[in-house]
């Protein structure tokens, strides 16, 4: 198996719809320039419940993109499907629904070593999240219970999508999602990414990106949150232990 980041290509999205716009209008010419001259792409629809009229709204958009799109939960043998494609595309939704489908389906390892061995890797929003080591950033209510918190792990950071400040003249009482998150880091060592509406992350091999039209925030433990504008470079958040993990 060829090294990990010789092949690891992927694209994370904040969200699927952008206040103005329609579905994936806002990161069209990121899919576009990610996907280049690849023309199949298996689509996993599982975070939302009807995942029929789900596919049918993504293949319609990569359609206008000229992209064939099939749904893996229309196909018997998903593993062989996870082999044959040259693109995979996670939609948003909820993420406990996203993960608990991928444990039962057994299709968590396919995806990884699918990555690993350069498939190209699309996730928006619960998509995104599942990317990283666990889903432990995710905002969503847990309406099913996957059996681990563990997900895909094809990057060693967390992804918390949707990401919005603090309001000074709100009247709300409740938590920020940056309160949030360092209640996550009080408890776990893995930087957290929070990626504003319209950002987006690319990884080519050894490299992290940040895309879109506004700033995204990192987080680590012990240290005071980072704002990073687009175009800037994220490499430091390549972890050794998740490159050498694809030596195993």
Known sequence: MKHRSETKRVLLISNFTLFGSGYLDHAESEIRDFLGNVKNILFVPFALYDRDAYASMARERFQKMNYDLTSIHTIDDKSR???KTDAIFIGGGNTFR???ALYDLDLLHSVRRGVDEGVLYIGSSAG???AGPTIK???DMPIVQPPSFDSLGV???QISPHYLDSDPNSTHMGETQEERINQFLEENDTPVV???EGTMLRIEKDSITLKGNTNARV???GNEPIEVEPGASLDHLLS???IDEGDQ
Do not use: E
Request: aromatic share 8%; no cysteine; glycine share 4%.
């Open 137 to 139: 950033t995710t905002k």
């Open 81 to 83: 499907a996870m082999k």
């Open 194 to 196: 929070g990626l504003r």
């Open 155 to 157: 990057v060693s950071f």
């Open 240 to 242: 050794q232990a998740a």
């Open 219 to 221: 987080f680590r433990t």
């Open 98 to 100: 996203l993960l608990k």
């Open 128 to 130: 995104a999240i599942v």
